[in-house]
């Protein structure tokens, strides 16, 4: 299991609020979304169905009521490769490398053998990447995700988890920011070997592109502007943002499983802090996630008994 997080450079601010003027890039599966989700109409890829999910484990999203699901209702099938693309427009390819594709998942796959494949294309779905091998490029990779060798020799998402956030980010200290680049297209294909194991598949919601903070990764991360102390805690965590230029922000807890395990809206407009109640939190190792619709926060505290 790996959990990273990244940066975005800030001195594209600017200009990204002038592009944001025009509306963000997201696709929430509730309403008219401006990310385009391409979904094969003639293949076995209408296993991904947008609704309500209705399982014994993918049976959360992130907005209510609907989201991207392998079947809302049914397990998944064996020996089946089904795929979607997301496709970035001109809108994002602006800031290019500069940019992170983030989403909210929950998956349910037999560990180390079916699971969710990511890859990217440059070059207009010509060739194809895995983001977890990609040593060209080398996006990072963010958020609380388990990822392992599947059946069929490929790297990919397996093994169960609550719901959580992920996200690829380009434009880092560690990859080579790709020159030229005129779209990017990221596919998402559940694979499964012949093995009815009736499980659920995977769960994805609230598609979004940023454009402006992503984590921290170097010294020229976010991380300096949010802070949570005592760190470590016992009894409560206080959140201190020196600025937030949201009125109400969404803050997300997760466990180092990816589970989240506590959420809620917040007003953190400027410089402001906020408290969470840890006292009925186990011990162990915490994500905290603070988003909002111009910034977002990534930022890990210990729970002690």
Not at 252 to 280: C, D, L, W
């Amino acid at each position: 299991m790996r959990n990273n997080l990244t940066i975005l450079c800030a001195s594209l601010c600017f200009l990204a609020l002038q592009t944001f003027a025009q509306g963000p890039l997201f696709n929430n599966f509730d309403t008219q979304g401006t990310l385009e989700i391409l979904i094969d109409s003639t293949s076995a890829d209408t296993i991904w169905q947008i609704g309500a999910p209705q399982k014994l484990i993918l049976n959360e999203t992130s907005s209510m009521p609907n989201a991207l699901i392998t079947d809302t209702l049914n397990a998944y099938p064996t020996s089946t490769e089904a795929s979607f693309v997301v496709e970035m427009s001109e809108h994002a390819m602006h800031f290019f490398p500069y940019i992170q594709l983030e989403w909210f998942q929950k998956i349910d796959f037999e560990e180390r053998v079916d699971g969710g494949i990511i890859e990217v294309s440059y070059d207009g779905e010509q060739t194809w990447s895995n983001i977890f091998t990609d040593s060209i490029y080398r996006p990072e990779i963010v958020g609380s995700y388990q990822w392992d060798t599947l059946h069929n020799q490929v790297a990919g998402l397996t093994g169960t988890s609550g719901l959580s956030w992920m996200g690829i980010c380009w434009g880092t200290s560690i990859g080579t920011p790709p020159s030229n680049i005129e779209s990017v297209h990221v596919r998402f294909t559940m694979t499964t070997d012949s093995v009815d194991t009736q499980q659920d598949g995977w769960l994805i919601d609230d598609f979004y592109v940023g454009l402006l903070v992503i984590g921290n990764t170097s010294n020229q991360s976010n991380s300096s502007k949010l802070s949570i102390y005592p760190n470590p805690t016992v009894n409560e965590i206080t959140i201190s943002v020196e600025e937030v230029l949201d009125e109400v922000v969404d803050i997300y807890v997760y466990n180092n499983t990816g589970q989240m395990v506590y959420t809620e809206k917040a007003p953190m407009f400027g410089e402001a802090s906020h408290r969470i109640n840890m006292s009925t939190f186990q011990q162990g190792m915490y994500y905290l996630l603070m988003k909002g619709e111009e910034v977002q926060y990534r930022e890990k505290f210990i729970k002690l008994e």
